[in-house]
């Protein structure tokens, strides 16, 4: 009997903190490791490792998938494999929902082209900085809908002035989940962008000018803007 389940092809960080995270949604999650890389992974005994090859015809997830309602992540780390690799998915199944990960835009590009339905870049950011984000519930739900390609998402940027009540606060304080905010980044003095969760910057004071990058649905961000005094 066909299913709705998860594939995931590639065994790496980014792999494992998906499945983690998608694992509720589907009746079973799948990791698939290149068969090349067989001896570089310890068995999971949360999820099914399964191995393959580019040169699959896929057959064997031909007779348990139902590919309406399940899905698969491309988060091979090599660009070029996780091109043909979306090719060769999108060649088989048509009604297959592709999400690939990318780490430039020349080749988030390519994947779209291949056939993927999605492309999530990943920027500058680490698995490490993924697994500790994934923590907070409302990561989780804007992540969900990010995969699903919920349109009111928005992504801006929120600048403090003089009169902003978050002035003189360490970031660790700062309690954005409350106002269904999502802080992602912030830039400082010289327009350098830090990540918001990476710990050499949790301890820092937030001064007047600073711009933090923020992910929220569109009311959620104007009503919180209202609320702590922002000038952008």
């Known amino acids: 009997m066909k299913s709705k389940v998860a594939l995931i092809f590639g065994y790496n960080d980014y792999a494992l903190e998906i499945a983690k995270n998608i694992k509720h949604n589907y009746k079973e999650v799948y990791l698939y490791s290149l068969k090349s890389q067989e001896d570089s992974y310890k068995n999971s005994s949360e999820f099914e490792i399964r191995s393959f090859d580019l040169s699959d015809k896929w057959g064997d997830i031909d007779e348990f998938v139902d590919f309406e309602s399940s899905i698969a992540f491309c988060v091979l780390e090599d660009s070029a494999e996780n091109i043909f690799l979306t090719i060769s998915l999108r060649s088989v199944f048509q009604n297959l929902n592709i999400i690939a990960l990318s780490n430039n ?98 301890n820092y004071t937030v001064k007047e000018d600073d711009v933090f990058v923020v992910v929220g649905y569109e009311r959620d961000i104007l009503e919180f803007e209202k609320r702590i005094g922002s000038d952008v």
Request: charged share 30%.
């Open 105 to 202: 835009k020349e080749t988030a590009n390519k994947l779209k082209m291949a056939g993927a339905n999605r492309v999530i870049p990943l920027v500058q950011t680490t698995a490490e900085m993924i697994s500790e984000m994934m923590e907070k519930p409302i990561v989780k739900e804007v992540f969900h809908n990010i995969l699903f390609e919920n349109s009111d998402l928005k992504i801006t940027q929120i600048k403090m002035y003089k009169k902003s009540i978050y002035l003189g606060k360490k970031i660790s304080d700062l309690d954005w989940e409350r106002h269904g905010i999502i802080a992602l980044s912030i830039v400082l003095e010289g327009g350098r962008n830090e990540f918001i969760y990476a710990s050499k910057i949790k």
